[in-house]
C-alpha cells in the first residue's frame, strides 16, 4: 500500500532554513507527480509546491517562491523540501501528498512540524 513518511521538521530562528524529506513506498515514484502541503493552526490545508515525475516541471505558492526549493531523488523514492529564509508565518504542519491518477486516491504522509520562532 501506499505510505509517506515525512521528516526534518523542527523549531528554527526566523531566517533560517530547514529540509523536509518525505519517504514514499507502495507505488511506482517516477511516474507520480508530488506534492508538499501546509496547515497552520486554523486554517485550510494549502499547496506549498508540485514537482513532475522527472523533476522538470515545478510549481510553488507565491508565498515560498525563491525561498523554497521542492526536489526528488527518483532512485531513493524522495521527496524533498528545501526551506530557506524562513519566517514565522511558515510554522505549520507540512504533509507530503500524492493523487493517483486513475483512481484519483488521495494519498497523505503523517505530517511534520515546522516552527519559526526566536
Known amino acids: 500500500q501506499v505510505q509517506l513518511v515525512e521528516s526534518g521538521g523542527g523549531l528554527v530562528q526566523p531566517g533560517g532554513s530547514l529540509r523536509l524529506s518525505c519517504a514514499a513506498s507502495?507505488?511506482?515514484?517516477?511516474?507520480?507527480?508530488m506534492s508538499w502541503y501546509r496547515q497552520a493552526p486554523g486554517k485550510e490545508r494549502e499547496l506549498v509546491a508540485r514537482?513532475?515525475?522527472?523533476?522538470?516541471?515545478?510549481t510553488y505558492a507565491d508565498s515560498v517562491k525563491g525561498r523554497f526549493t521542492i526536489s526528488r531523488d527518483n532512485a531513493l523514492q524522495t521527496l524533498y523540501l528545501q526551506m530557506n529564509s524562513l519566517k514565522p508565518e511558515d510554522t505549520a504542519v507540512y504533509y507530503c501528498?500524492?493523487?493517483?491518477?486513475?483512481?484519483?486516491?488521495?494519498?497523505w504522509g503523517q505530517g511534520t512540524q515546522v516552527t519559526v520562532s526566536s
Open positions: 507502495g507505488f511506482t515514484f517516477n511516474t507520480y507527480v
Open positions: 501528498n500524492v493523487v493517483d491518477p486513475q483512481t484519483q486516491a488521495i494519498y
Open positions: 514537482i513532475s515525475p522527472l523533476g522538470i516541471s515545478k
